[in-house]
């Protein structure tokens, strides 16, 4: 089972909007409404952003947002502020043999 | 407040075993499954398995099958993530979090990580 499919890196001036792909198959992103997103900063642990798909938990800006089609989830940051700046990493449920897989990871830079 | 207090940093040589620690408060540690996820120096997170401490029910990623053991004393509220012979690529930083589960799928709270060093 590989790891899902996303771009190395994305950017955005303050105030943009930016997207985040993430690619993967049928049996884990297509097959399941279980996809999630996490926001990581240098030195700091993960924290989640987005879940099942497009819900966004409490505290979280709602400038966030999620979605899904086949087999490739997003991510939209709207009005982009410094900081945003951060890796961001997603993740889908791929059956119960397989458990979860995260995707390669994001370097978000805002300019 | 739901929080994951890990075990702190260790330094160990090849070949050594090594038991870290997880700790939850805040909520039922029995009703909800923790995982561990390896994030290898400048790479991306991994999963690696996860835990149910209710039942010690658990569950490995194929590619973490056999290389780690993953359990859980419920009396103390505590996960743990060992290895009885480590390697220079086990060299990481490890994360464990809660992991929301049925009609759902996500690690809603993190531990703040423990740093393990593997080097002769």
């Known amino acids: 089972q590989s790891a899902l499919t996303q771009p190395p890196s994305a950017s955005g001036s303050p105030g943009q909007s930016v997207t985040i792909s993430c690619t993967g198959t049928s049996s884990d992103v297509g097959g399941y409404n279980y996809v999630s997103w996490y926001q990581q900063h240098p030195g700091k642990a993960p924290k989640l952003m987005i879940y099942d798909v497009s819900q966004r938990p409490s505290g979280v800006p709602d400038r966030f947002s999620g979605s899904k089609s086949g087999n490739t989830a997003s991510l939209t940051v709207s009005g982009l502020q410094a900081e945003d700046e951060a890796d961001y990493y997603c993740?889908?449920?791929?059956?119960?043999?397989?458990?979860?897989?995260f995707g390669g990871g994001t370097k978000l830079t805002v300019l | 407040e739901v929080q994951l207090v890990q075990s702190g940093a260790e330094v160990k040589k090849p070949g050594e075993s090594l038991k870290i620690s997880c700790k939850g408060s805040g909520y039922s540690f029995t009703n909800y499954w923790i995982g561990w996820v390896r994030q290898m120096p400048g790479k991306g997170l991994e999963w690696m398995g996860i835990i149910y401490p209710g039942d010690s029910d658990t569950r490995y990623r194929p590619s973490f099958q056999g290389q780690v053991t993953i359990s859980a004393d419920k009396s103390l509220n505590t996960a743990y993530l060992q290895w009885s012979s480590l390697k220079a690529s086990d060299t990481a930083m490890y994360y464990c979090?809660?992991?929301?589960?049925?009609?759902?799928?996500?690690?809603?709270?993190w531990g703040q990580g423990t740093l393990v060093t593997v080097s002769s």
């Open positions: 993740s889908s449920y791929a059956g119960s043999n397989n458990l979860g897989v």
């Open positions: 979090a809660r992991l929301l589960w049925f009609g759902e799928f996500h690690f809603d709270c």
